[in-house]
Structure formats: C-alpha cells, structure tokens
C-alpha cells in the first residue's frame, strides 16, 4: 500500500510497517511515532539504531534479547515505548515487524 | 562400530530411536544407536493438563521409557553434562563419554520459574502453580480439590511455550471443572498473555474468542510479567498494570536444556539453532535437531515432532549416504484444543499456511472438523493417548495423517 508520511511516499503493510528499509529516514520515523503517541527523545533514538543494527545482521528481535543487549533494560523499554515496546519500536526504526509469537 | 547418538528419550527421542532402528536394520554390523536420558520414566505430556482435573490418573500418564525402545537400542540413564562437537563426543554428569558420529539432541524444553522476580516465592505450590511439569500439575490437581473459589488466573509468562494453546485449554477445562462442582459463581476466571491475542494465529484467535465470552473467561493481553509480589497476591507488568489472584496457574519461562547452554550451541533461552527445513544443527553438519529443542519458527508440540521425525529419519539416511539432505520439513502441526463440556477443536496449520475451517483428515468427510468445536474432536483427543503410547512413540505412521500438511482436495483424491 502506497502511502505519505513526511511528505515522502512509502510503501506500508496492512499493520503499517514500512515494506521497504531504504524508504525510511528519521523524518517517517518521527512521524510514525507522533501517530503513536512518542515524542522521540536520544534514549529512544539509542534503541531505534540498535534494533536497526541488529536487523542488519539478521538477528531475530525479542524482547528478552533487547532486554539483555546493554543498550536498554526491559523496564526502560517499556517506559519508552509503552504499548507493546518491540511491535512499537520496530514500526518506527522503519523494520519488520518480530515473529516472536509460534 | 558407528554410533548414532541421541540425547533426551521423549517423545522426539523416543521416536527417532524407533524410526533409526527399523530403517537402519540391513546396517545392524555397522551403526549402533545409543540414547541417554536422566529419566527412566517417560511421561505423556499431553496428559499434565487433564491431571489437575481428575481426568487423568497419574498412571495413565508415565511407563518406563524402557518399554517403548528396541531391545538392541541402548539405554544410558545419565544426566548429560556437556556436549563437545570438535571432538564429537559427549560427557555425562558421572564423567563417562560418548563418541558419535551423528548426534540428534532431543532434549526439550522446560520450566524455569526463576527467570521471574518472586515466581518461587512462598506462594509457589500453594497458590501459585504450573502445570507443565508432572509434580506441578499433581500438586495443582490436590490444591483444586479443596479449593473453594476466588480469582483464578491462568498466566503465560514470555513466548515461546511449549503447546501453546495448553493454556487456554487450562481455562476452558476450569471453567467446566467448577461447574461440575457446582461452584462456577464463585469462581473468577482471567486468562493473562504476553500477546495481543489469545492464539499465536490471527484466525484461530478469532475462532476462540467467542468461546471465551460465552465460557465469562476475561482476557488481559499485551502483559508482560516483572515481577510477583507474594504478600499481596497479585502480578504485576513492567508498565505497572496489576492483575490480583487468589491462585495463580503460570506458565512459567520455557527453556531448552541448560548443557545446551554450557556447551555452546544455544541461544539465550538454550535452543539450538536448526535448519527449519531439514533440521539439521546450523553449527555442525553431523548434529541434528528435533522437537522442543530447536529454535525453528514452528509450534513446540508432539505433533511437530512426529511431523519431524519422519523428515529426520530420511535426512539421517541421505546424510549417512553421503546425499543432498530433503529440505521438506514445513512446520506441520496438528492440534486439539480442549473447549471444556466434553468437546474439542481441531487446528491444522502449518509455516506458511494458518489453521482453516473444514474437515480432518479428508477433505469433506471428516470424521474431524477444523476450527470448530465438536464432541467427535474431543473423542479423538482422548483417543490419542492411545495411539501414542502404542503407535506414535514406536515411530508407525499414523494412517490418514501426511508428513507435510494436506491441502482440501489433494488427499480426498488419493483417498
């Protein structure tokens, strides 16, 4: 689904993940946050580049591995992104969306 | 002499030692298998959710692991310390070692409530409870008898978890429970998930959901447990929500085997990380891996094992022989979902493809039906006990059930 955030035209999936990484800049992701109710502050711009750094090498997300990576605590994590932190997180740093549910 | 190696007699174990032993007969002189487990008896897992309820006897559910091996099979009951690959051997506990040159870990999951603040507080076994271990569900099964009502709530800690619709069966099954003994209205019924469903598949999610309401189970999704706090009985998520109890029934944190861990093949719940398509080990091509022990994206269930073990069994051959391994596994489960009264849903699904509405297993005819609640399904999950202790741990197929999960019309065709 082609759409408009920023002023840019992107592609999103029916739960409004960015289909394309390349699309995605800091502009989209502040806008997708707003829509979620986040002002961005540096400690969430500190997980959104990790989360994108991991997604690089292809290392499956969850919860618990953020929670364990040094660069945020689980408890903060939720502070930071409240409602659902990985579905939440993950949407703005412009990836897909964890399967972290069988 | 060469030796196959396999470490856990569950029920993967247990089939892969059935399934080697028949194809490998013509190569008896050469190959030899070995399988080591820390148990001697080899419990029906499935049967720890009708033990609270009196449904089951706890004879029903444990025989000798013995009994279900080849009599030339070797049977160590050890506890595994380590495994080390470079050197492809295994040590165990008491020191004695085992070379291989294949082995396949089965050696499943389990419980660990110490990964939660205040899980094995003093509530633990008195109104906290799990149901995934043979002495939780027996003492949760003498804690019901007496209980009298309140708040019970019925909690998945993190996924992934073993069976993962067990849980809310647990809820469907209380709520029958209490109502066959008549104390129903003074039960509270809540069924508190770390997803925003009840279901990890969207459709059955929303086959279930009605059941819920019309069983008055609440639902609390999207909790994430930080911690209990014992004085005051209740659980508490990292953004502060609270959910009070009067009995708590958790499914606590599941993980792999902690030798997985110490020897280095496991992530950071001790799975190893597997081919999904051919269940070979992705750090070295003389291990495999099958069942709960595994990190691939399907369901940690008997009916993904047994799936797994049929796609196992050849790829072991083709390995032996020297030949391209079959990429085929495709994550194929198969299960009944208690609903309470006496009925029962059936889910077929597999990777790739969610659980559908029809019939099982042939298209059309049944005698099953898929996503629908029936009697019939609950006669074939009863049913199923037997069909595992005699047919499914001695590796036969079971008639009518494909490997690879059937698409409508296909199999009605072959029938």
Redesign the interface.
Do not use: D, L
């Given at each position: 689904m082609l759409t408009t955030i920023a002023n840019k035209t992107v592609n999103l999936n029916e739960e409004g993940y960015l289909t394309d990484f390349s699309q995605w800049d800091k502009d989209i992701a502040h806008e997708i946050a707003q829509q979620a109710g986040l002002d961005l502050t540096p400690r969430h711009w500190d997980v959104i580049s990790y989360l994108q750094d991991q997604h690089k090498k292809e290392i499956a997300l969850?919860?618990?591995?953020v929670g364990?990576s040094g660069v945020v605590d689980?408890?903060e994590?939720?502070?930071l992104f409240?409602?659902?932190p990985l579905?939440t997180s993950t949407k703005i740093a412009g990836i897909p969306k964890p399967?972290?549910?069988? | 002499m060469k030796r196959i190696l396999i470490l856990g007699a569950g029920t993967s174990g247990t089939m892969m030692a059935n399934h080697l032993h028949h194809d490998l007969k013509n190569l008896k002189e050469e190959w030899e298998i070995v399988i080591i487990d820390e148990n001697e008896i080899h419990y029906y897992q499935p049967g720890f959710l009708f033990l609270p309820f009196d449904i089951y006897t706890p004879e029903d559910i444990q025989k000798p692991i013995r009994q279900f091996l080849p009599d030339d099979v070797r049977f160590i009951c050890e506890k595994v310390g380590k495994i080390l690959p470079a050197e492809k051997k295994v040590i165990t506990e008491n020191g004695d070692t085992f070379q291989y040159d294949i082995l396949i870990i089965a050696t499943g999951t389990s419980i660990s409530p110490e990964e939660t603040e205040g899980m094995l507080g003093e509530e633990w076994r008195k109104n906290i409870f799990d149901f995934y271990s043979f002495d939780g569900a027996l003492a949760l099964r003498d804690k019901l008898r007496d209980w009298e009502g309140g708040n019970l709530v019925v909690h998945i800690t993190e996924m992934p978890i073993k069976c993962p619709v067990a849980p809310l069966e647990f809820a469907f099954l209380a709520d029958s429970y209490f109502k066959h003994k008549n104390i129903r209205d003074r039960v509270n019924i809540t069924f508190v998930t770390p997803m925003d469903g009840v279901f990890t598949k969207p459709k059955a999610t929303h086959a279930l959901e009605h059941l819920l309401i019309e069983k008055n189970i609440h639902v609390v999704p999207d909790f994430a447990i930080e911690r209990i706090d014992n004085e005051n009985k209740k659980i508490i998520d990292y953004v502060g929500k609270e959910v009070p109890f009067d009995l708590l029934v958790t499914v606590p944190t599941n993980k792999g085997h902690e030798m997985i861990g110490r020897s280095g093949l496991g992530d950071d719940l001790n799975y190893v990380a597997t081919h999904k398509a051919t269940l070979q080990s992705k750090s070295d091509p003389s291990i495999f891996v099958i069942g709960d022990a595994t990190n691939i994206p399907a369901s940690k269930a008997g009916s993904v094992a047994h799936f797994e073990a049929e796609i196992l069994t050849e790829n072991i051959l083709h390995y032996i022989n020297g030949e391209p391994l079959l990429e085929e596994f495709d994550g194929h489960a198969n299960c009944f979902v208690e609903t309470g009264n006496g009925k029962a849903i059936l889910l077929d699904f597999n990777y790739t493809h969610e659980p559908v509405e029809g019939t099982f297993p042939f298209p059309g005819v049944g005698p099953l039906r898929l996503l629908k609640e029936s009697r019939m399904n609950h006669m074939g999950k009863l049913a199923f006990r037997w069909i595992y202790w005699n047919m499914l741990l001695k590796g036969n197929h079971i008639p009518f059930i494909s490997t690879n999960m059937s698409e409508a019309g296909k199999h009605f065709d072959n029938v």
């Open positions: 969850t919860i618990r591995n364990k689980i408890k994590f939720y502070q409240p409602a659902g579905k399967v972290s549910c069988i | -």
